[in-house]
């Protein structure tokens, strides 16, 4: 396996996101407990989520990126691995036939 980390970096992923979520609603309960009017308020709280919205969108996409590498790289893996065993089944093969012909001859 060329990469190690990856279930870490998924991981770590997926503990950022939550991390950021965290972040954001503690952030929108501060600005409404926080002396404002109504306007003051709500304009805060769109300018919060679109900031969050903008962050969750680019973690999102580098999340897809590596998911995408990740079973790119394990079809990868895989069809090297399917590539030595065919070969060595037929090696298995062949040398069954020839002992065959050995003990045949015999």
């Given at each position: 396996?060329?990469?190690?980390?990856?279930g870490?970096?998924?991981?770590?992923?997926?503990?950022?996101?939550?991390?950021?979520?965290?972040?954001?609603?503690?952030?929108?309960?501060?600005?409404?407990?926080?002396?404002?009017?109504?306007?003051?308020?709500?304009?805060?709280?769109?300018t919060?989520?679109?900031?969050?919205?903008?962050?969750?969108?680019?973690?999102?996409s580098?999340?897809q990126?590596?998911?995408?590498?990740?079973?790119?790289?394990?079809?990868?893996l895989?069809?090297?691995?399917k590539?030595?065993?065919a070969?060595?089944?037929?090696?298995?093969?062949?040398?069954?036939e020839?002992?065959?012909e050995r003990?045949?001859?015999?």
């Open positions: 396996m060329a990469d190690n980390d990856n870490a970096g998924a991981g770590a992923g997926a503990v950022l996101l939550s991390f950021i979520a965290g972040a954001a609603v503690g952030a929108g309960v501060a600005l409404l407990v926080a002396p404002k009017t109504g306007e003051e308020l709500r304009g805060k709280i769109k919060l989520a679109d900031d969050a919205l903008d962050k969750i969108k680019v973690y999102t580098e999340a990126e590596k998911i995408k590498t990740t079973i790119e790289d394990s079809k990868d895989l069809n090297e691995k590539g030595i065993l070969s060595a089944i037929e090696a298995g093969k062949e040398a069954i020839r002992e065959k003990l045949k001859n015999a």
